[in-house]
T-cell receptor, first 117, second 110 residues
Framework: DTAVSQTPKYLVTQMGNDKSIKCEQN?????MYWYKQDSKKFLKIMFS???????INETVPNRFSPKSPDKAHLNLHINSLELGDSAVYFC????????????????FGEGSRLTVL | QKEVEQDPGPLSVPEGAIVSLNCTYS??????FMWYRQYSRKGPELLMY????GNKEDGRFTAQVDKSSKYISLFIRDSQPSDSATYLC??????????FGTGTRLQVTL
């Protein structure tokens, strides 16, 4: 039973198209994230939602728009795709607590490999 | 200068060797330190977690944090081919935002 699942796993598309990646977690976590991993394996946070509220919004082009319909889902829509958007996009979830230090443990999906031609 | 620096490797060692992986960082507010392991075509998974300075051991893995030097290490004893993966250090001041290193690719050969 997959804890964090993302679809699609692979996406090949033309420049200028619009595409979406979906993510669902069944861990009961309250926080979800989108990370981008480039070809050099550098993992950079893009967005984070806590109970459907946006809490982290890094410097990301407006063409990227996250949507969280409920705390178990976080989708990523990308408009007007560019060559530089080619990367692996990882969804992750965690449980944040106000009581004591957090482990900071993120549970990652298997990634969605986006190739823009 | 990146907040977290990590040698990308690749690092190739023979089976049974002791592996040392390191990261340096510049943000003195970091107090949670983690190592993630990422196999090819998979998502990262948490391997070790340390809060503030000190050592933590788990089987063949030992994580060390030296906050005075802003330096963290992961040691793997008796390395196995199954340890071949990319190892990413990660750290945060508040657990809601992790900053990752670029990852070190490790290859353990027979």
């Amino acid at each position: 039973d997959t804890a964090v699942s993302q679809t699609p796993k692979y996406l090949v598309t033309q420049m200028g198209n619009d595409k979406s990646i979906k993510c669902e977690q069944n861990l009961g976590h309250d926080t979800m994230y989108w990370y981008k991993q480039d070809s050099k394996k550098f993992l950079k946070i893009m967005f984070s939602y806590n109970n459907k509220e946006l809490i982290i919004n890094e410097t990301v082009p407006n063409r990227f728009s996250p949507k969280s319909p409920d705390k178990a889902h976080l989708n990523l829509h990308i408009n007007s795709l560019e060559l530089g958007d080619s990367a692996v996009y990882f969804c992750a979830s965690s449980q944040l607590s106000n009581r004591g230090p957090n482990t900071g443990e993120l549970f990652f999906g298997e990634g969605s490999r986006l190739t823009v031609l | 200068q990146k907040e977290v620096e990590q040698d990308p490797g690749p690092l190739s060692v023979p089976e049974g060797a002791i592996v040392s992986l390191n990261c340096t960082y510049s943000n003195s507010a970091f107090q949670y330190f983690m190592w993630y392991r990422q196999y090819s075509r998979k998502g990262p998974e948490l391997l070790m977690y340390t809060y503030s300075s000190g050592n933590k051991e788990d089987g063949r893995f030992t994580a060390q944090v030296d906050k005075s030097s802003k330096y963290i290490s992961l040691f793997i004893r008796d390395s196995q081919p199954s340890d071949s993966a990319t190892y990413l250090c990660a750290m945060s001041g508040t657990a809601s935002k992790l900053t990752f290193g670029t990852g070190t690719r490790l290859q353990v050969t027979l």
